[in-house]
């Protein structure tokens, strides 16, 4: 028995059992029998797919779900590539100190960040009361319950994600190649777009992925400053066990959104590699 215990074969899979335990119960059999749910009622039917196909409200929900979370990652890159060019561009140890400026707004609740977007955005909140008293408005505008509301809390809430994701590969780039070029007679602004930017793409694209796919499964943020009007499909999904009690139809929604991440993740990695994904050089 110590023999078996002590083999070098089999002493990885029994340190990785506990864990492997647990994602099978905790991971794998709830997706095991989302997807039952979604095809068994109680026979084997596709009903709740084609009902997803027949109705279109839930295919507009689904194209508003994709239309929200690409101008989330859109946003989220616009914002977070300078930021991160410039945290790549100090000192390791400053850089580091700024990062947990980037990173502090997790340890607090994302209803909690939500709710304060909601106290800044709202009729009588900040962001009005300042463009009042600067003559910009005599109005309130209406900031709150707008596509425009949910894109800001969620841009603000994923745009972490993109910093983090862009950093670590700008930090790996070695900054000899633009030196080079400019001593070859390119501009640094040319050096920029032509050596940089480049290099720096694989960052853009797992940062794209980690928000785009955080951004097509998010609730609580549109659900509490968006409009009906802007509905994701998470939010369907919630009605439908919540108030309709309709299990197998929002185990089908759900899985549509399962296949639309895994097809990402597919997508990345033929284009740039799914461990350029965890690379991260701090």
């Known amino acids: ?165 862009l950093y670590s590969v700008m930090r790996g780039i070695d900054t000899g190649l633009l030196r080079a070029a400019e001593s070859l007679g390119a501009s640094r602004r040319r050096a920029f777009w032509r050596i940089f930017v480049p290099l720096s793409m694989p960052g853009v694209a797992a940062g794209s992925l980690l928000v785009f796919i955080l951004s097509i499964g998010f609730f609580i943020t549109p659900a509490l400053m968006g409009s009906q009007e802007d509905s994701m499909i998470s939010m369907i999904i919630e009605s439908q066990v919540e108030t309709y009690f309709d299990w197998g139809f929002a185990s089908a929604l759900a899985s549509i959104l399962l296949a639309c991440t895994l097809v990402l993740f597919l997508v990345y990695e033929r284009v740039v590699g799914l461990n350029r994904l965890f690379e991260a050089k701090l």
């Open 1 to 165: 028995m110590g023999g078996f215990l002590r083999s070098p074969r089999l002493a990885p899979w029994i340190l990785l059992a506990p864990t492997l335990l647990l994602l099978a119960v905790f991971f794998l059999y709830p997706l095991g029998d989302m997807l039952a749910r979604s095809l068994y009622d109680p026979d084997f039917t596709w009903k709740h797919y084609a009902r997803l196909v027949a109705e279109p409200t839930y295919l507009q929900v689904l194209w508003i779900t994709f239309e929200i979370a690409l101008s989330v990652t859109v946003a989220a890159l616009v914002l977070g590539f300078p930021l991160a060019y410039f945290l790549s561009q100090i000192r390791a140890r400053t850089a580091g100190l700024l990062m947990i400026l980037v990173v502090v707004p997790y340890f607090t609740s994302v209803l909690v960040r939500t709710y304060a977007w909601m106290v800044l955005l709202g009729t009588e909140g900040i962001v009005n009361q300042l463009l009042g008293a600067v003559g910009l408005i005599d109005q309130p505008l209406a900031l709150m319950y707008t596509r425009f509301g949910v894109l800001v809390g969620m841009t603000y809430i994923l745009l972490p994600y993109m910093v983090l994701a």
